[in-house]
Each structure stands twice: as C-alpha cells, then as structure tokens.
C-alpha cells in the first residue's frame, strides 16, 4: 500500500532523527533552558528576519494553540476564526476547555477575510450591549489552511490592518507552514509572516520533525512570562533539548524548507494527473494536500493499492478524497499515485 | 414615555412584594435552606405534576445557564443550541469560561428541530474521529425563544425523542415561560415541560418577582449534589428564602400564569393593530414580545412617546424594532401605543 | 428561640425594605444602568472620599470574590489568604473551578501579616523555577475576618507596603465591612480602606441589605471592562435598581454605619457578659461575632433558648460556640442572652 | 562536570533511540492508534499483572497528572495530596487552570497516611455545609515521593482501604516508578500498584525515554472516553507510534526495571559514602535521589566538579543538596563522586 493519507504517519526526516541521536553522552539543561534550543531558536530568527522575537519550542499543534490563547486574552474575551478552523473542529473543545469562546465565521476554501474581522470588531465595537458578549481579542488563521489554500501577502496585510483598526490579536497557526511557503504561486514569505503575526508557529510535526512546534512572539504582551503559559498547559518538554535540536537541525541550511517544498512538488505532479484525468478537485489547493471528487468506484479502484482520507460526501454524492503529500513521500510513491491516475478507466 | 422596551425594568408584582415585607420580624434558615422555600418547592412540583422533582432557586438566568450545563455536562461534551440561543450569544461566553464549548445550530425564527438534533448526534456517532471533536451532550432550547416563538408539543416530543436516541440532557431555559405558556395557540402545558425536559427552569425575574428563576431538575444525575454546583458557580443566595417568598406568592393561587396570561393578551392587541396599519412583523411572536419592521419615519414617531428596543436593521433597511409587554404594562400604556399604531400616517 | 446563629436570617433593615417597595410604578434601565444605581455610587465615592472610583452592585459574596479575582489575575497567577479565608475554606473551589490556585498561609486569629506576604512574593522573586510555580498575584483578607478580628492601620498600611514591594493588588473583602468598622478599639477608616485596598467591597447582604455587594475598585486596570467579568461570571442583576436603591438607603445619613455599630454594641455587652461569667473566649473578637469555649453541659443549657453555631471542637473537647449579632438583633433579644449567660450555673 | 542535578538531562537509553530509529521508513496511524502502541500497552499489561486494563501514552507529567485529574473528577471535587506533592507546587497551577482545588495536607517526608486521608474523607461526610466546600474526590501520591521516599504495602493497602471508605479515587504519579520499585527495602511490586491505585502512571521520561508516560487504568469510569480527555488537554501526540516503540523497548526484557535499579544501586553506593563520611541526610531516600546537608564550604567544594541541585536551606543553615543518579549515570561518575566525598576534609 502506498500511504496519501496524512503527513504524520513517518517517523522525522534522517537528519532530524541523527540530530536526535547525535546529542547523546552530553547533558544538557532542562525544560528548554539549554544551549541547543538557544542555537535554534537564533536560527529562526535569523531566518525570519526578528532578531527580537521569542520562540518557544512546544510540542503539538492543539497544545499550542490553545496556550497561545490563554496567554493572549482576557476572560471575557473570544477568538474569530474560520468554520473550518482547527481550533473550532478539531481540538474537542480545548480553547473552550480553558475558558474562551471562539466565534466562528464562514470561509472560503478555509480562509476568511478582513472584511470579515473588520464586520466583527465593528459589531462589537457599536454593540450598545458590550458587557453581555464576548469581545472580539484574537484572529486565528491557518497558513495553509485545513484544505491547503493560502493566504495571499496582500489579503494577510488587509487582516493586519483589519486587527489593528480593532485591537486584535493575529495570530496564525503553521502546523503545515513549508508546505504553505511552497505553495504554487504563494508570494507570502516567512518574513512576511513574522513581520504581520503577533506570534505564530512554525510546524515541526507535519514538517520532517518527530514532533515539535517552534512558536514565534512578536507581541510582547503575549511573551510576557509565556513559559508560565506552557507549563501551566502542559506543553512543557522536560527534555527540552530534544526540540531545540531537531529545529537546529532543520534551520540548518534551509532543510526545512527544502523538504516541505519537495513535497508540493509532487502534489502539484498528482495535481497535474488528475487534472489530466478530468478528476475534479472539491477545493484548489496549491500545497500538499489535494482534495478531489471521486465516484465510488474510482474510491475503490485506488483504494486497492493507496491509503488516503474520505473527508466527506460533496452534495451530489461525490467521495471528498484528500491525497496528501509529505516531505517523506517517495518518488516510487509518487510516481505509483500518478500512474494509478493515469490507467483509471472509469 | 410609555415602556415597552423589555420586561426587567419594573420592580415586583405588588403581591410578590408584599410577600418579601411580609417576613420580616422572622429569623429563617440560611441558603435555601428553609421552611418557604419548602413550601415554595412544593407548590410547584404540585402544580407541574412532578412530586419527585428537584427544585431549586437561583437569582439569574446567565447564572442558572452555566450552572446546570456545568451540572450536567463532562468536560469534553458541548451543547446544542440555535445561533439566536441566550447562551450562545448574551452572556458574555460564561458557559466557555466554565469550560464547555456551544456548538450552534442555524435557526428558524429562534427555533431548532430535532432533525438537527439526530444530524448532530448522528454525525458524531459515526464520527471516526471522536477523540478530536466534542461530543454533543446537551441540547439548550428556549420556551419561548428569544424571538417570542414557542416550539409545538409535537417538536418538543420530537426533540425529546432525539435526545434520547443520542444521550442528550434536554435542557429548556424558561426564563419567559410564563408567557410562552399563555402564547395564542400554545399547546404545551407546563406538565408537558416537566415531563419532556431532564431540567428546564421557571423564570422568575421577568415574570413579576423581583429576581429569582426556579431550576426544576428530573434527571437525577444533574441533581446530584447539585447545590454544590450552585455554590461553586455563585449563585447560592444567603437569604434564600427572599427565592421562596417570591415563588410561593407567584404560585399560590396561579398568580405566575394569570399575570403572564394578561401580558401576552395585551400583546396580541398590539400585534393585532400592527397588523391592521399594514406593518409587517419581522418574526410572528405569539408572546409578550413582538418584533416588527419600522421605517426611519415610523422609529422617530414612534420614539417620542415610547421607549422600544431597536434589534438591528433588516435586509431592506428597515429597522427591526422590538415592543415588549410585562406583568406590568398597564391599560393605560396598551391603549396609547395602540392609538399611536392607528393614529400613524406614514 | 432567639437566633444568634448568624448574620443573614432576616429580612432588610425597614428602610431598606421601603426603599426597594418605593421604587415601585417606575421603569428603570437595566443591568445596574440606572440613576438609581448612580445615585447610590456617588454616595458611596463620597462617603469613602474617593471619587474617581468605579462602584459596581453585585449580589452576594461567592460571586464576587471570583469575579474579583477573575477580573485581576493571569490565568498563572494566584491568591495568597489566609488559610480560613472565604475563598479558601467556604466557597466550594469557586476560585479554583474558574481556574486559579489559591496559596493558604497560616493565620493568627484570621490574619495573616505583611511578612508573610513579603516572603511569599521573595520567594518567587528570587525561585529559578518561576515558570513552574504560580506567581502570586493578590493578597486577599477580610475585613473583619471569619474570627471576628479586624486589622490595626498599621497592618494594613504595612501588608499595602508589601504589596507593591511584590506588585500585589490587594484586595478585601468587606462581606462584614460595617461590623469591622465599628469594632471596639478599631483605628480603621472606610476612607483607610478605600486608599490601602485595590479593590474592596462593602458588605450588604449581612449588614442590613436583601442582599448585595458593593464593590469599590481603585485599581483602573481591574476596573476595565469589569461588567463584562460580571455578566461572564452570572453576578449581573437584570433589576440593578435593585441593588442601587438598597444601597441609596443604607449610604443615606449612614444608616449603613449606625445598624452595624449598634450591632457591634450588643456583642461587646454579651462579651463582657461571658468574661464576668468566667466562660472563655475561643478567639478575642470585637466584633459582632463571638467565638466562646462551652462545656457539653453548657451548650445543652443555652441550646434550649438560643440558637447558635457550632464551630468544632477545640483541643481540651471544648465547643466553639458563636454567637452572633446582627443589625437587626434587638434589645430584648440581647437581654435574654446576657440573663442567660448570668444565670449560667454550670 | 559530572551531572548529578537530576534525570532528565540525557538523552535516551540506546535501546530506547535504536527503537525510535529502527521505525524509520514505515508509515503508522496517528494519535497512538497503531500496531506499535498496542504491542507495548500489551507488553505493560502483562508485566503488571492487568490483562483488562486500559493503557494510554502521553508525553509529560503535568499534562499527565491534570487529564487524569480532570477526567476523575466532577467540577465541584478536590484532589488530596502531601504539600510538597508535584501538582500541588511545581505545575504552576496546572490543576487549578482546569478547575479543581488542591488540598495540601501535611506531609512525612512526603509521604501522607491512611488516616490523613480518612479524617479528611470523614470530615466532608460529617460536614453540615456540604455544599460550602469541595468534596474529596481523589487522593493523589507520588510513588516515589518527591523526596525519593517510598511508601510500604501495608501503608498503600490501608491508602485504599480509606479510599474505598471514602469513595475516593486513588492516583499515583510514578513519574519516578523505576527508581521507587528497585528501592531499598521496597516491598511492592508493580502488580500491587495496579491492584491497589485506579490509575497510576509509569514514568518514562526520567527513567531511560525520550519522554513518555505510561498511563495505566484500572476504574472503567475514569478510563470512559479519555482518549477525548488527552486531546482535549493538549496531551495526543499525533505520531503517537514514538510513545509506543519507546515503552515497547522499555519493556521488553523488563529494561525499564533494570536500568533504573541500576541507578538506584550508584545512589545507594553514594548514600553510604556520605553515612560514612558523617554528611547528614536531609532526607533518608532508598531511591535515586539523595538529599544531604551541606555547609557552605563543602557545598563550594562539590560544585567544582559536580553538578547538584540546591533544595532550600535547613534551619541550621545547612543547604539541603540533592545528588541525583538515573539510568544513563555512569559508573566513572559514580566513583568520581564517591572518591570526593572521601576525599573532603571540611
């Protein structure tokens, strides 16, 4: 079996896996406080373009996630976010779990706009009955997004400039953020990112690592005692170093974005195929995810030698199919996908 | 200026009051914990046809909102509710804050059916994925909703029926029941609510006491050591016998549905010239609270002698205004809005 | 029987009663924005000579003390009180279940002082584990305490002192504010309080009131929004006039100040009486709780005419007996006591 | 520099990395449902003797301690534990951030007893303000305890029998399981932890993992959904087979067990070095963590070539100096520890 179905079900790329295993014989200090995170985190921001950013090594995205928000909002305050977002459909209620509503808005293809934000903080900001809802504190978006579309620069500075018009938080989850930089025609650069992001994450699990996210603050409000944060919420790796050195190891020389951009590669050659084929997509997705529309007699054709997700029924009784690509997906891999594409009869 | 902006902006009905004098000079147990609101329980669990009901009393609706759902619900289960839902949208997140997630449904004026219902228990009974998403718990519902409606015993016996095909605690919030149970064509008695509902409340507040709403609860789960509940989330009166006082006057003798009765009846004049003078309704309300559709002109005539609540602008501009009667709206203030509906000639 | 059980088994004050039955036949705005409500705020501001501050109405002591608390800490913060605060010992995880610890330090009397205070905020100061343990955010005392006792000027002035050596809000609850007052030797203000708290609330529910808190917030940063945290929290009366023309009563010619100082006059007379008596007092209170040792055989004595509480065993098998007045303890009832009290032959 | 300052500061043993690497080049499911994880929950399951219990692996203690804690408890329970027990001052309020108290009772060497437990338990049930307080819902122990102590079968068996009496759940964090078992003098097994707690956990972060906790459970309650309990805590790794061939490695041979009675081996070699050289201990501790008193100077002396963790100082002034060995201490760094306690002269 050929294995589309998510990008993390491998163990991490090699040289993350020696980087592991290379810190052997040395100790080192705890809880993050170590030389090794030190030296990755200065290679993000260089990389990045922040010299005076925080990061923080955690490790998962839903832990994140919600950590991040309870550092950055007040009681009565609640997160904007797509229908779609992860937060809202995929966390079982975490961000709720530790007191914040999250007012979700319906999106396109995964994504919302400023309009949008700008519609909420203005209800709000009108409201004649503020201290009965909840105040708008946060914008969440997902670079990708849930069904792989990006955000282009200039809808991501029209948010920025909709969340400081109305005092919000932005901040923009990257559990798949290479694959996003890689997406086919993205002019959006992990510069622009940590130049328009209150704090951010660069992910590590979905992204060559054996688990890790790398948070980036640029709002020091949010900074403010954020290890409290994590350790309170449980994100906090006793064995710090094992983050710092895998994120050493994929800043080093660029490997992380080099292999999340491979991985697009072969998802635009997929792409290609069904396209070809006359497959239809459910959603235009230019990053490592693909979802297209398939009968269910090609569902079983390719289920016979592919592994891959069923995302749902579309409303004319089309299977909703994500393939997804990884940074350890083969070329053999890739390759089989697009024959099996190619001789689909039916 | 004659009020018809809601039904909380009026000290008690004069036979409440006079039962919170009439106490006075006597010492009573603490907390809910006396011989009135003995007797207060007892008149209603006779009057509702339910002798082995809970009944407890509590100062608020937001307050007995989060308190039942934090009562009955575990930490990863959410609660249904319509998008127009009390919870959902005017109490400042408190059911996130202490923990759960709402999952809102989309409405028909203020309404949901227990064809969502079974959707979503269904959807997350066949989920492959229910460690990631919340499971439904709890379905909230309002008698009558926050647009004036009220649900037909049919849709009740419908909804019941799904909740308990997917284990879900019915929850209604009668915060107004008083006057969805006197609305023109009601078929739902107050037995019917008691029967069909694991817990719902009686709303005291806007419905002549001076505050208090009495949570029934016939599930016995929620009412394990409920009262703990209430203390933990604040809304454990000192004097609660003030609660009993005002419900044992509400229910002796009917008071709670005669005057409720006369409210609506005054509403449905006031519908009734609307309708004649070709104003259109926003929503039909069969309640005390009607909701019609004004023009700039209309608002301004209208506002120099009667204070209403503006409920935003309909699609076609006009704006949705809302003219509320209570236990406490006179003769007097029906008639002059009435003259004032006829007399308008624009 | 005559009640010294406690301070909350009675009706109001008539003039509170009379106040809260004048308010009848007028329509006021809701949720505390009424000119009642601001009436009785200015009186307050007045009173307590600080008129930039914000004064809120809320209902009862629970409620307020985690709204407070709510409204002041990051989710990492916590409370340092005494270990028989409220918060601590009577409130069922209030603080905790909306998510903050609570650091109990040992008391004298229901005190803690500001040593203890500044070695808990030392103690983090100078912890290299910060990130794993809460940082103490408030100093939270009563005024009188659970015993009875109240804090010199010079306590206070000095646990104010610690207080911002460490960046502590101090907050104190006034449940029994008026009785604290008016304590025999007591060098305290209401002025005193209202420029050493950040926050601090005056008691109504057990002073005279229905019910009601009045909190008086000086510390602008846990003023901001703070109706939200009250609605977010269930502490927000839908009739807030309510609370307003309670509290217009008691501030009117200090009524507040004189029910509670007589209150306080009985207490020290039945003092005295149990001092000439012989019979021991468990804790030196000059206020209106008193806490004595009796005997079993005692306790059976006064238990035929009187009701009080039971507070445990002390070590020698002694009871902790309180006996309690309160504003409306009358002269007769008082009598009773004493004659008892000396007519004690056992 | 040898490192004694605690056991977590090296990588994994290299049986525990080869597995990690050996998985390389597979795809498994996600969120540990894979062959891996199943394998190694059967593995423990057969070691302790509970072919029915459930097995759940998650990444660290915190996260750990507060999901089970919050999927034992209902909202207005308390967790019981020794004062200086983990959750309670080392996870910045980790418990309390999901809504539970902590009561912290006084300790022995961190250790709490049957009777503390049964006074406790008792004291709820005679309680007259039930519902004022937080019912005891759980008694929390480390095994060993923070001080590297350990407790007796006979004290575990008596712990249970207070918790049946008081309906208690028992939990037992093993963050240190190991080094407890292998201890000096230890009398239980891993088979009497599995009989005797509702849920315990075997540590494998400090005891030869990368990182990882093994979370058994024995009470079905506590084990209905609480895959849904870890998402919703941030806890589900989502390459989950990296916990399952971890702990797979670990216990097959029974690795876990002698790679920490090992190190608890060095620890007692090192003990006895200090008995002879007539350093006192601070605490007896038959595990791997050793505190001893140290005067200044001898403390300077050490830290020239050891690396040891400073504990507080006694009230002698004395520094209370933990020395601490696990799995991937050397036997050169044993000796050279052992050799310079001889060799001090001060």
Not at 30 to 51: H, N
Not at 164 to 172: A, N
Not at 209 to 218: D, M, N, Q
Request: glycine share 10%.
């Amino acid at each position: 079996m050929y294995r589309f179905n998510n990008d993390y079900s491998l163990n991490a790329h090699p040289a993350v896996l020696k980087a592991v295993s290379d810190i052997s014989g040395h100790a080192y200090g705890g809880y993050g406080l170590d030389e090794i995170c030190t030296e990755a985190a200065d290679l993000i921001k260089a990389r990045i373009g922040a010299p005076d950013a925080d990061v923080h090594f955690l490790v998962g995205g839903t832990q994140t996630n919600y950590t991040v928000i309870s550092a950055a909002l007040l009681p009565y305050q609640s997160v904007l976010c797509a229908e779609s977002g992860h937060i809202n459909v995929h966390e079982t209620g975490a961000v709720e779990h530790i007191g914040h509503k999250i007012t979700a808005l319906p999106h396109t293809d995964g994504k919302i706009t400023a309009g949008q934000i700008a519609k909420a903080g203005e209800d709000f900001r009108i409201s004649d009955v503020q201290e009965h809802i909840t105040e708008p504190g946060m914008v969440y978006i997902s670079f990708p997004t849930e069904y792989g579309t990006v955000y282009t620069l200039q809808e991501l500075e029209e948010i920025r400039t909709a969340c400081d018009e109305y005092g919000l938080v932005l901040f923009i989850d990257g559990a798949r953020l290479g694959y996003g930089l890689a997406a086919e025609g993205n002019d959006v650069t992990i510069q622009d990112i940590a130049r328009i992001a209150d704090v951010f994450y660069i992910g590590g699990t979905k992204c060559g690592a054996l688990f890790g996210e790398a948070v980036v603050i640029r709002n020091k409000r949010i900074g403010h005692r954020f290890r409290s944060h994590i350790k309170q919420n449980g994100g906090m790796l006793a064995k710090g170093f094992l983050l710092g050195a895998q994120f050493r190891a994929l800043f080093a020389d660029d490997l992380y974005f080099k292999i999340t951009e491979q991985a697009v590669g072969k998802a635009m050659r997929i792409k290609e195929a069904f396209r070809e084929k006359g497959i239809p997509s459910y959603i235009e997705s230019p990053t490592n995810q693909q979802f297209v529309l398939l009968t269910d007699r090609q569902c079983a054709v390719f289920s016979e030698n592919f592994v891959f997700e069923n995302e749902g029924t579309a409303e004319d009784g089309m299977h909703i199919s994500r393939f997804c690509t990884s940074w350890g997906t083969t070329e053999e891999e890739t390759e089989a996908l697009i024959s099996a594409i190619r001789d689909l009869n039916i």
